[in-house]
């Protein structure tokens, strides 16, 4: 849908910074989005304007009132874009510290005993939490084996290692290695029918720029994003708890409400910066729907931006024009299979007898901006068992064109003839 609609995507990019040029490369095309998505210009212009304003929240003078404003904004609009009518909203160092934060508190303020459960499609920022907290509590961490072959997880997956007395579990919504994603609600589901006071944490980061969020449809009870991939800037993270959540025992000063989370002075611009992340989803709905609702228009910008990020997908795999795409190149080869449906908007891929740095180097002396990931602790959990050491990264946004998909398939087209 956008991109039959030229004008439309020409306003999409045009509403991100550096979307066809590097300040330090020169003109390149940007295939690196899981790494940190493009920002948009309106977050570019707050964060500007956030930064010289001396004044703290809770102070009776104006400024401090338009603070407090601006800050509530945010959190009734950061719910609204993850369609949670409940719990509230906090922001934090980074999603990594996020996790870590409502991991150890999930698994300290469970009850006594039992296991913490997870799998190995997890990033280690889960991973890595759950095993060190586990520890501390005497709890056991039992570790679900995603399916190397869909790069993914099920519910049918966990369903085995789920007992009564699961006290904390994880989920991952997307990996950010295979680019596929987890059907969170039927997992969540089935966490619920053996063990239901389990507290359930989802990590959103790789998910929150593609697929659309819905936590009311869940059942979950936490849930981590890092805005930098959805389109905002870097220095924050954004958490999501259920009213339960909030009442366990956590880090906070004495004398504090139990309800407070955050852990001194926030920056105001970190909340103003995700508004400009929700209002861009908004405008980018009511331009593919009539609907007037704002969570409609959010919830109809992500249907649009995931069918456009399969067309460039598909492009990538199997073609566009008259340029051959990557299966019908024999030196290629594509994690997790060609016509997997769970992809979201990423292509990991390796060329059979070149290291992936290599590769990454030469599609970057073509303009093609990509990134090289190694079996080492943040992706051999993905590569190890695909007997891999390494793959290639191409990852896109809705801003992404075809035609950039063609100039990435041309340069592979030379690199691999070489």
Request: with cysteine; proline share 3%; glycine share 10%.
């Amino acid at each position: 849908m956008l991109g039959s609609n030229e004008n439309l995507i020409n306003d999409v990019r045009a509403r991100f910074a550096h979307v066809e040029s590097c300040p330090y490369q020169g003109n390149r095309v940007f295939f690196e989005n899981a790494g940190g998505a493009l920002t948009l210009n309106s977050v570019v212009e707050t964060s500007q304007e956030m930064a010289a304003i001396p004044d703290n929240q809770g102070r009776d003078n104006p400024a401090a009132h338009e603070l407090v404003r601006i800050i509530a904004k945010a959190k009734e609009d950061t719910k609204l874009f993850f369609n949670a009518t409940g719990g509230q909203v906090f922001v934090g160092e980074s999603g990594t510290e996020l996790l870590f934060r409502l991991i150890s508190t999930a698994i300290l303020g469970a009850e006594k005993g039992g296991i913490v459960l997870g799998s190995t499609l997890e990033h280690p920022a889960s991973r890595s939490a759950c095993i060190r907290w586990a520890g501390i509590a005497g709890k056991d961490y039992v570790c679900v084996e995603h399916n190397a072959g869909s790069g993914s997880v099920t519910a049918e997956d966990y369903l085995p290692h789920i007992t009564p007395d699961t006290r904390v579990a994880t989920i991952l919504h997307t990996s950010p290695v295979s680019g596929m994603g987890v059907d969170v609600g039927s997992i969540a589901k089935a966490i619920r029918s053996v063990a239901p006071d389990c507290f359930i944490i989802i990590d959103g980061i790789q998910h929150a720029a593609h697929g659309g969020i819905d936590i009311d449809s869940y059942g979950i009870d936490g849930y981590v994003i890092s805005p930098y991939k959805a389109f905002s800037r870097h220095g924050y993270g954004i958490a999501w708890i259920s009213d339960r959540f909030t009442q366990l025992p956590h880090d906070g000063l004495i004398g504090a409400a139990q309800e407070q989370w955050e852990l001194g002075t926030r920056d105001t611009g970190a909340y103003a910066t995700f508004s400009d992340v929700v209002n861009y989803f908004e405008w980018l709905g009511s331009q593919v729907t009539d609907a007037t609702d704002r969570r409609a228009r959010i919830e109809a910008a992500s249907k649009a931006i995931h069918a456009h990020e399969k067309d460039l997908t598909d492009a990538m795999l199997f073609g566009t024009g008259n340029l051959k795409g990557l299966t019908e190149m024999p030196e290629v080869g594509v994690l997790c299979g060609p016509e997997n449906p769970l992809r979201e908007g990423l292509v990991s891929m390796y060329v059979k007898g070149m290291d992936s740095e290599t590769l990454v180097s030469a599609l970057r002396e073509r303009g093609i901006r990509t990134h090289a990931r190694k079996a080492d602790h943040y992706s051999a959990n993905i590569l190890t068992p695909l007997g891999l050491t390494d793959c290639v990264r191409v990852s896109m946004c809705h801003y992404n064109t075809e035609q950039e998909v063609a100039q990435f398939l041309s340069a592979m087209r030379e690199i691999v003839a070489l």
